[in-house]
């Protein structure tokens, strides 16, 4: 039962550090839509690489009449699922871990 509240809090707290560092990412990726940024620097290569994909697939599970709202909709609904997937699914997995450790120990 130990190994098992240790892979869980491992993979807990790895997938937090992920989450963390995409939503740097997508805040990135805004900062760079608000100015005029060279396409072609690697860096904005990177982060329309590393965000439209989700992007777009949000976009088309969208109502038509929210594609072209002039707030990019697409993008609020992925950070908040990010944030959520940070305090809701990783939390759980690793408040799961320390009661299985605390069942394992005593």
Do not use: C, H, K
């Not at 993979?11 to 995409?22: A, D, E, K, P, S």
Request: aromatic share 16%.
């Amino acid at each position: 039962m130990l190994l098992l509240a240790n892979v869980l809090a491992g993979l807990g707290w790895t997938l937090y550090w992920f989450l963390q560092l995409y939503s740097y990412v997508l805040i990135a990726r805004a900062v760079v839509s608000w100015v005029s940024a060279d396409p072609r620097n690697p860096i904005v290569s990177f982060l329309y690489a590393a965000t439209e994909p989700p992007l777009r697939l949000i976009r088309r599970q969208l109502p038509t009449s929210l594609r072209y709202f002039p707030l990019d909709i697409a993008f609020l609904v992925l950070f908040g699922l990010v944030i959520f997937a940070q305090y809701g699914i990783v939390q759980s997995l690793v408040d799961y871990a320390m009661v299985l450790r605390r069942q394992s120990i005593g």
